[in-house]
């Protein structure tokens, strides 16, 4: 008992001094991220502890999420650059800088405020014009990634020349504070004009459809501008639109510029793996997911199409309580539909939204243009691409995977030596059955109890690679219940008083729901093991109607353990490359 004892205080002595050099690695790495490159920082850290390396990396992951999502949460403080304001302009602690002059330009009154710095109405002398100045206040205390961020903002909208995006005029620096000045729009923005409620269809559309062109010209030159909202959308007193607030744009490869690439030598790396760019209730599913490299023009085209959604509905296609709920939801779920919450919209134009929204990116709209294509057929009322649909899209989308499906990466090993639990559990069972015992006990312990310690050990396994996602609790909420249906044949035999192993087929039958729900969460491809399953049933139904040897028990485990263990490699071979 002493020893025992011992044995446990040791053990917890041991938790607890990992847990602190956890804690004093993370606390580190953190502090230190905010002056020096993440991505170096974390392969340091994790090269100078390879035992913490699946905690270090989830953990960190996780921090710069909570980081992100709070930024986030600033990001639309009264965003109106241009826009007629309405009531006071908020103030800051700091000294206000209208009234003092950067370069040739007089700063006359701030009109816009939000998480990428502060547009002012300025004059501008030389030319005796009215424009707008954006810059970050105290630039001497603002974080390098802030500095830079204004000004690949200034470069990538300078590079832009299209009618309905607002034209750069000057890129200028001030005593080491970076500035940019552009045209001043008298107007409001579309966030405010969706304050008073929903638009009609066809002025919706209209509006929209020069903003779709803009960033389709974006698109063209180049430049990805992965923060669409309306508040981004400035609409002047003659009621035209203009797209504003390059902060977040990205710069990537053209067709007829091959030699650029992204991260060349005009694009500031200002972004990391994981990092989430937009803003919650406007972004795409791989934006919400920190996916940085899988964000590429359909990323805008979902934009387009929830900022559409907003302005059919008066309220954007997913909003929670929160910034982190909203993003859980991007992520998840489906939107609502329109011609709930807006009868008046028919269902042409609202399957067009739907197709900007879809959360694969090969099922969306391939470029702005295809879906300015598909607006203006609308107001021509000519038929829609969105509607149609041919026998392979239906194929692929049915086998395509899931945003969800990187977690499978947790569970690739682990579903390995679950194969191989169920297939020794099968061979066991048959070794019985063979041997003649009708005694229900021994089954019940082999299943019941043998299958709930291996539950409770997978379980306990998986919770140690990591926080546990929701998608992840209902799978093992499926394969749990799948689990208890199992076990449950037994009493159902004893109630009907049939011979043990009489409804054994069935299993075939759970197993089958269980891949098929996976299919629905996860991946296409587990189809295959669902029909595989479904199969099985009914051959093990045959074989134990011809009666002896009977091996139909054997096959269950080796068709259900074969469905568990390659795709377990698959992604067991995935999680090594990362």
Not at 353 to 362: F, G, M, N, S, W
């Amino acid at each position: 008992m002493t020893s025992r004892t011992e044995n446990s205080r040791d053990e917890h002595d041991d938790v607890r001094v990992r847990d602190e050099r956890l804690a004093e690695v993370l606390d580190r790495l953190i502090n230190d991220s905010q002056r020096f490159s993440s991505a170096e920082l974390l392969d340091q850290a994790v090269r100078d502890n390879p035992d913490l390396e699946a905690d270090i990396r989830e953990l960190y992951a996780t921090a710069m999420i909570a980081a992100d999502v709070a930024m986030l949460q600033s990001d639309e403080l009264s965003h109106i650059m241009g826009a007629e304001t309405h009531g006071a302009v908020a103030t800051t602690a700091s000294p206000s800088p209208v009234g003092t002059k950067i370069g040739e330009y007089e700063l006359r009154e701030e009109i816009g405020r939000g998480g990428m710095g502060v547009v002012y109405r300025a004059y501008q002398q030389s030319l005796d014009r009215t424009v707008a100045l954006k810059m970050i206040p105290n630039a001497a205390f603002a974080a390098s990634q802030e500095l830079a961020r204004l000004r690949a903002e200034a470069l990538a909208a300078a590079r832009l020349s299209h009618p309905n995006i607002v034209p750069v005029y000057e890129v200028g620096e001030h005593d080491g504070q970076p500035w940019f000045s552009m045209q001043f729009v008298k107007g409001t923005t579309l966030s405010m004009r969706l304050a008073d409620g929903p638009m009609a269809a066809e002025d919706a559309v209209r509006l929209l459809l020069p903003v779709v062109g803009a960033i389709d010209s974006a698109h063209r030159g180049g430049v990805l501008h992965r923060d669409l909202k309306p508040s981004n959308v400035l609409i002047s007193r003659a009621g035209e639109p203009f797209v504003t607030d390059f902060g977040l744009a990205k710069r990537v490869p053209t067709p007829d510029d091959s030699l650029v690439i992204a991260g060349g030598s005009d694009e500031v790396n200002l972004t990391q793996s994981g990092a989430i760019l937009g803003t919650p209730s406007w972004m795409s599913p791989e934006q919400a997911a920190g996916q940085t490299d899988a964000i590429d023009v359909t990323s805008d085209v979902y934009s387009l199409g929830a900022v559409l959604f907003a302005m059919l509905t008066g309220r954007p296609p997913f909003q929670g309580a929160s910034p982190f709920d909203t993003l859980l939801m991007v992520m998840e779920q489906d939107p609502p539909a329109i011609r709930v919450l807006n009868s008046k919209v028919d269902t042409d134009l609202e399957m067009v939204v739907l197709k900007c929204l879809q959360k694969p990116r090969d099922l969306r709209y391939s470029s702005a243009s295809e879906l300015a294509d598909d607006l203006t057929a609308w107001l021509n009322k000519a038929p829609v691409s969105a509607r149609r649909s041919t026998i392979m899209n239906v194929i692929s989308r049915l086998f395509r995977e899931s945003h969800h499906v990187t977690i499978l990466r947790n569970w690739g090993l682990l579903w390995m030596l679950h194969s191989m639990v169920l297939l020794v559990l099968c061979l066991l069972t048959n070794a019985c059955q063979i041997a003649g015992v009708t005694s229900r006990l021994p089954y019940v312990g082999l299943w019941v109890i043998g299958l709930g310690l291996w539950a409770a050990v997978f379980w306990n396994l998986r919770s140690r690679s990591g926080p546990i996602t929701s998608i992840e609790r209902q799978i093992a909420h499926v394969w749990g219940g799948s689990m208890v249906a199992s076990s449950m044949l037994f009493a159902v035999e004893s109630v009907m008083n049939e011979p043990v192993l009489t409804f054994s087929p069935i299993l075939g039958c759970i197993a089958g729901i269980v891949f098929l729900a996976k299919a629905g969460m996860l991946s296409g491809r587990f189809y295959v093991q669902a029909v595989a399953l479904f199969a099985t049933s009914i051959v093990m139904a045959a074989m134990q109607r011809q009666g002896t040897p009977n091996f139909s028990i054997s096959l269950f485990g080796v068709v259900s353990g074969l469905a568990f263990f390659v795709p377990g490699l698959k992604y067991y071979r995935q999680q090594k490359q990362t």
